[in-house]
């Protein structure tokens, strides 16, 4: 779990490992610089399996990786400070990885929603969950058939390392880039558990990493994350490059001409000022 001046959320997501029905875990907490009292929170639990560490800030993908040069468990799974495991998520994702031997990493069903705030108002909340079908392959993720994310991800420890791990570059969407890293090496080892077990929250308006994104931004992750993989054999088969790209790169010219809100309000178009919807809905005609 990296975190990053998150004493004000940090504790629902401590708890929600603390209530696992599996009580054979460890939590290690990197805290990516905190000026907060982050660290006064987590050393509160007072709990032997909570271990928390500190380093200076470098980002989420070196604290992940970081925090990962602490782990001794056999398998890894990944929570962010704003999301929760459902109780059943370890003792569930075990069995599932237990049920096939040569699976080395997966990803269960969530509930997923975006999230508007204004400070601490929750402004409108848009449940996303049906992005998780009730089958996915490996050949669907390298697809972008889902919004891949971190939180309920799991795999062996013992394929991290070498070839395989977080890139510091990259500012957004390094967890689906993991996953593509270990799909090349890997690919017959993915597993898909369709059982709801996490509650991901996509927060905007707030702290959280997506509420300082832009269109630009997501355009050039997108385009880094092909050119990195698109020798693979599975990203033979994709559709979405660079149709994706040259979409946000368009939509990065209609916000320079105020025609687009900045690109944390786009999943929230009723907040959208007056004048952008007018425009918006002209363009679609």
Known sequence: MPAFNRAYIIRCAIDSVVKQT????ELIIMDDGSSDNTEEVVRAYHDPRIKYFKQA?????????NAIAHATAPWLA?????????????????????????????????RFTYEL???????ELVDHSHQFPDKLTLADVF???????MNGFMHRRDIFGGDIGFDPALKGIEDWDLVLQMGNIYPDGFLYVPEFLVFYQRRYGTDGIMSGSSYIHRANELERIYRKHKDAPLMQTQTWYPQEVNEWIAREEQFKKDELPPAWLF????????????KAALSRQ
């Open 22 to 25: 599996h009580p054979n875990w």
């Open 117 to 123: 705030y204004a400070g601490e108002i929750l402004l």
């Open 143 to 149: 697809n972008r058939k889902i919004n891949f994310d």
């Open 78 to 110: 990944y929570l962010d400070t704003d999301n929760q495991l459902l109780p059943d998520f370890i003792g569930s994702m075990l069995s599932a990885f237990r049920t096939r031997p040569n699976a080395k990493y997966g990803i269960p069903k969530g």
């Open 267 to 278: 999943p929230f178009p009723n907040h959208w000022p007056e004048h952008l919807k007018q």
């Open 57 to 65: 800030n470098a980002g989420p993908s070196a604290a992940r990786n």
